[in-house]
């Protein structure tokens, strides 16, 4: 079965500083990966998602992924953090194999220090 | 589109009572997802229907909880008897059927419930 491990419950940044949440899954077939957004009291938003078409991806507010087979990663980054990017991101991993299940990680709750 | 839109956005009941969670998905989506939100578990698959079917329901935590998907365009999920260790967020969402697997699922903005 896949899975997704975010390492990292609380991560905490300055403002101007550089995001960086990880992402590592676990699967036997090409997996479909996303990162998503929650901000409070609202529902999950797609920042980005991964194709096989290309290797690093970009999403919105700023924010990409680069997909790294040999280490299993899907590693989010931002050059540069805002206030307004205080939120919780969620890795998932949509299941081969026809099932169309997402599979997502615990979360990480991003700070932002003025 | 409005989105998947879901209702209501909180419920606060009784223990013992009857819960009902409603939403409708995106138009033309084949997929229909409900989750749950805690702070111990994070998110959880409960089940998932294609086409109106239930397709897995293994993460429906007990008999208590039921889903339904009459149509295309409306879901319920039932929670009877409700218990406190129910309270939680109750997130729906679709997402379309392609050859491509790589399509996003789309949230609501959940329903909040607590159970007192």
């Known amino acids: 079965a896949q899975s997704v491990t975010q390492l990292g419950s609380h991560v905490s940044v300055s403002e101007g500083a550089l995001v960086l949440l990880r992402c590592n899954y676990s699967?036997?077939?090409?997996?479909?990966l996303f990162w998503y957004v929650q901000y409070p009291n609202q529902g999950l938003q797609l920042l980005l998602k991964?194709?096989?078409?290309?290797?690093l991806v970009k999403g919105i507010n700023g924010f990409e992924a680069e997909f790294k087979k040999s280490e299993t990663s899907f590693h989010l980054t931002k050059p540069s953090a805002h206030m307004s990017d205080a939120a919780e991101y969620f890795c998932?991993?949509?299941?081969?194999?026809?099932?169309?299940?997402?599979?997502f990680g615990t979360g990480t709750r991003l700070k932002v220090l003025a | 589109d409005a989105g998947v839109i879901q209702s209501p956005r909180h419920e606060v009941t009784e223990m013992g009572q009857e819960v009902t969670l409603r939403c409708k998905p995106i138009?033309?989506?084949?997929?229909l997802f409900w989750y749950r939100q805690t702070m111990m578990r994070g998110l959880e698959l409960l089940i998932y229907?294609?086409?109106?079917?239930?397709?897995?329901d293994s993460g429906m935590p007990e008999d208590r909880f039921s889903a339904k998907m009459p149509n295309a365009s409306f879901s319920t999920l039932k929670i009877q008897p409700s218990e406190p260790r129910d309270s939680a967020v109750y997130f729906c969402?679709?997402?379309?059927?392609?050859?491509?697997?790589?399509?996003?699922?789309?949230f609501g903005q959940g329903t909040r419930l607590t159970v007192v």
């Open positions: 969402a679709s997402r379309t059927q392609h050859r491509d697997m790589n399509t996003e699922a789309f």
């Open positions: 699967s036997s077939v090409p997996p479909y």
């Open positions: 991964y194709t096989s078409a290309a290797t």
């Open positions: 998932a991993v949509s299941e081969g194999s026809g099932t169309y299940k997402y599979i």
């Open positions: 138009s033309g989506h084949d997929y």
């Open positions: 229907f294609n086409n109106n079917v239930p397709i897995d």
